[in-house]
């Protein structure tokens, strides 16, 4: 009696879920080790959960280690519906980062806030140190920008009332006026760039992408010196927003 009269508890089981709930926890992925760590298991332990989950399909391995859900768990809600969805779009990611030798970069407006969903990047194209997150910075981003130029009026004022136009490089647009004007004027449009406006020594290019009805964008960055190859990005990166938004858009 006693202890048997409990229920039965396959303790593989549990670990397996603790680390399923720990990969879910990062939208970006995380590495084995930063897994093992979160979730008090050995090292050996998480590699092998790991690698059965991956074998499986309800976790997945990315390109530089990480491990994010699984196309298994396309089903649950919130956070693994997320995952999943970006699951789709990931490859097209990483065929348009390996084209350019540039990290690529999605976004979407939720809430009022641009956030990043998935950067894809490696060690031919490292990714821009985002030293102020998007949600602060959309007035000196391409990705940013794009998503405040496809806004309505009304969306767009709040979003502009709540954020200062912080001066972050000397390239930097702090006037409204201005920034307004350049947002429904943009010669690329519907791609909109960043001309160091974020980060000295880099620029970037971005067009909108949709997932239903939520407004996002996705983008590239580029060392400025190569700023001569912006219009042979911007080729392939209109297509590839078109692409994304159909997978992102498709019903489960």
Known sequence: MG????????????????????????????????LARETALPLATAYHLLRTLV?????????????????????????????ALLSRVRPTLAALR??????????????????????VDGPRAPRVDLWVG?????????????????LDDESRQDYLSRHPLADLTPRTITSLPELLRRLDSSPLAPAVTDLEEYALGTVCVAVP???GDTLGS????????????????????????????RSLSLTT
């Open 134 to 150: 998007c949600e602060d910075a959309g007035h000196a981003t391409a990705l940013g920008k794009v998503v405040l130029r496809e």
């Open 98 to 119: 390996d084209e350019f030798a540039t990290p690529a970069y999605l976004t979407f407006y939720e809430d009022g806030e641009i956030r990043v969903a998935e950067i």
């Open 55 to 83: 074998y499986d399909g309800y976790v997945r391995k990315l390109d530089d280690g990480g491990f994010i859900l699984g196309d298994k768990l396309q089903t649950l809600p919130t956070t693994g519906r997320g995952q």
């Open 209 to 211: 992408v949709y997932s």
């Open 3 to 34: 202890a048997q009269d409990g229920p039965t508890l396959i303790s593989s089981v549990r670990r397996a879920f603790r680390l399923l709930e720990a990969v879910s926890a990062h939208e970006n992925g995380a590495p084995a080790k930063q």
């Open 218 to 245: 996705l983008g590239v960055s580029l060392p400025a010196d190569r700023l001569s190859r912006l219009e042979e990005v911007l080729a392939r990166l209109i297509p590839t927003a078109t692409r994304v938004t």
